[in-house]
């Protein structure tokens, strides 16, 4: 069986490698990115089963990659896990207030980790999206 491929996209290296070794022990094939522009130059490239995105990020923010996802006809179906310090009531708060400046409404994440995650929580989660 082939194993899924897992994009992560998150500008530490300690958590790009947490995250990486988790999934890969796991099973799954991780790819990383460490900015906005990097992951969403990889996602077209590898067309992941899964993204997990970090909200935080220099150059390409997180914010600004999840909605050129949700835009893009080829990457729009993929699901992403957001994984941020910052509380998901504020992202989703970000979201709405984004959402009515541009005139542009995307769907709300797949699902949404406050940092630093738990191992048991994001492995549900990826299991969960990706139905293995």
Not at 17 to 38: I, M, R
Not at 63 to 82: A, C, G, N
Not at 109 to 120: F, G, H, L, Q
Request: proline fraction near 5%.
């Amino acid at each position: 069986m082939k194993k899924k491929k897992i994009l992560i996209v998150d500008d530490e290296l300690d958590m790009r490698t947490f995250l990486s070794t988790l999934l890969e022990t796991t099973g799954y094939k991780p790819v990383v990115a460490s900015d906005g522009l990097e992951g969403i130059r990889k996602a077209r490239q590898i067309k992941p089963d899964l993204i997990v995105l970090d909200v935080m990020m220099p150059k390409e923010a997180g914010i600004q990659m999840y909605r050129d996802l949700r835009v893009d006809s080829e990457l729009k179906d993929i699901p992403v896990i957001m994984l941020s310090g910052i509380a998901k009531k504020t992202f989703f708060h970000s979201q709405g207030v984004l959402d009515a400046y541009t005139g542009q409404s995307v769907r709300e994440p797949d699902a949404y980790i406050e940092k630093p995650p738990e191992a048991e929580e994001l492995l549900q989660s990826v299991q969960g999206l990706l139905n293995t």
